[in-house]
C-alpha cells in the first residue's frame, strides 16, 4: 500500500513537498471514510475506530453508503441535466470508484475535475485521480480546505473561472477544525466563481438522531478529531445568496432518489449495516447554484 507522491499533483507553492507521514497508529478520517465502504486502504487503527464508531453509531456505515450515492446523483444532474462542465472537489477522500470525474465524464467526456484534499495517504493514491477521458482533464491538489484561496489558485491552472463551476463538499464541512470559520471558506470559494456555479454540500446533523452522533462524534473528538455535526438550520446557512435546486435541502435519502434512473447510482460495493427501516440516515444534502 502507500506509493511516492507524484511529480504531476499540485503543491500550492510551498517548500517543502509535505512529507508522507501517513500516522499509521491513528485514525484518520479518509481511511476511516475507506474503511466504511469496504475499502482496503486502512490500517488497524482505523478499523478500531470504525468497529467504535458502529457501536455507538451503527447507522454510519449507511450513512457512508448514501453519501456516496448522492455523489452520483448530484453529479450527474448537474453534468447531465444542468450542463455544468467544471468541478472542484474538495476532501475528496481515497479514490473509490466510480470516482466523481468518472459520474461526470460519463454525462459529458470533456469535463474538467479538481480534485483536493489535506491527508497524505489521498495524495499517496491520486495517481486514480488522474485517469480521465483524453476530452477532459482531472487534476488533483494536496490542499487544506481551511486556505481556499491557495486550493483556488491552483484549480485555476486546470478550471476556467469564467465558466460555471460546480464546488463539492461532501461529508468535509464537519470535518474542519475549530479555528476554521467554516462559513467564511464557503464563502470565499463561492465568490470565486461566476453566476452559474453551484454548491454542493453534504453535512452530517444531529437533529435526528441526537444520541448516535453525538456519541459517536464524541468518540470521534476523543481520538483526535473535530466533528461538529449542525443542524438544518446551520446547513442552510452554506447556501445564502444562492437558490437551491428541487428539491431543496433534504435529508440524503430524500433528494432525487427517483431521478435519473439511468445514472449510475448504484451503491458501491461494501459490506451494509442492518438498518431499521425507521432510522433516518443523519446526513443533510442540497445542490446551490448561483444566480446572474
Ligand atoms: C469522509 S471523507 C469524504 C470523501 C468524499 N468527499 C466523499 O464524500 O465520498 C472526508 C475527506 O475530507 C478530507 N479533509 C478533512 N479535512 C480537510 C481539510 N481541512 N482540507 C482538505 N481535505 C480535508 C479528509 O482527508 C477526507 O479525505
Redesign the pocket.
Known amino acids: 500500500m502507500g506509493g511516492a507522491p507524484h511529480d504531476d499533483v499540485n503543491w500550492m507553492g510551498r517548500e517543502p513537498r509535505p512529507s508522507l507521514d501517513l500516522r499509521t497508529d491513528q485514525p484518520?478520517?479518509?481511511r476511516?471514510?475507506d474503511v466504511l465502504l469496504g475499502g482496503k486502504t486502512n490500517y488497524p487503527a482505523d478499523r478500531r475506530a470504525v468497529a467504535d464508531l458502529l457501536a455507538s453509531m451503527p447507522i454510519a456505515r449507511r450513512t457512508?453508503l448514501e453519501?456516496?450515492a448522492f455523489?452520483h446523483r448530484a453529479v450527474g444532474y448537474l453534468a447531465g441535466e444542468e450542463g455544468v462542465r467544471q468541478f472542484l472537489?474538495?476532501?475528496?477522500?481515497?479514490p473509490?470508484e466510480p470516482n466523481l470525474h468518472q459520474v461526470a465524464q460519463g454525462a459529458d467526456p470533456t469535463v474538467r475535475v479538481v480534485y483536493?484534499?489535506?491527508?497524505p495517504i489521498?495524495l499517496a493514491h491520486s495517481r486514480a485521480l488522474h485517469q480521465g477521458t483524453p476530452e477532459g482533464r482531472t487534476d488533483y491538489v494536496h490542499?487544506?480546505?481551511?486556505e481556499p484561496e491557495a486550493i483556488l489558485a491552483e484549480a485555476r491552472k486546470t478550471l476556467d473561472f469564467s465558466r460555471p463551476i460546480a464546488v463539492?463538499l461532501?461529508?468535509?464541512l464537519h470535518?474542519?477544525?475549530a479555528h476554521?470559520d467554516a462559513y467564511e471558506i464557503v464563502r470565499t470559494l463561492m465568490d470565486a466563481v461566476p453566476a452559474g456555479s453551484a454548491l454542493v454540500i453534504?453535512h452530517v446533523t444531529r437533529d435526528h438522531e441526537d444520541s448516535a452522533v453525538g456519541a459517536a462524534a464524541e468518540g470521534l473528538n476523543a481520538q483526535g478529531s473535530h466533528v461538529t455535526p449542525r443542524s438544518r438550520d446551520e446547513v442552510a446557512r452554506f447556501f445564502d445568496g444562492l437558490e437551491l435546486a428541487a428539491p431543496g435541502l433534504e435529508l440524503v435519502e430524500r433528494w432525487r432518489t427517483d431521478a435519473r434512473p439511468d445514472a449510475p447510482v448504484g451503491l458501491p460495493a461494501g459490506p451494509s449495516q442492518p438498518a431499521e427501516a425507521e432510522d433516518i440516515v443523519p446526513l443533510y444534502v442540497a445542490v446551490g447554484r448561483k444566480p446572474a
Open positions: 484518520h478520517s479518509a476511516v471514510y457512508a453519501n456516496r455523489m472537489d474538495i476532501g475528496t477522500g481515497i473509490t483536493a484534499d489535506n491527508d489521498v490542499g487544506d480546505l481551511c463539492t461532501l461529508t468535509v470535518w474542519l477544525p476554521a453534504t
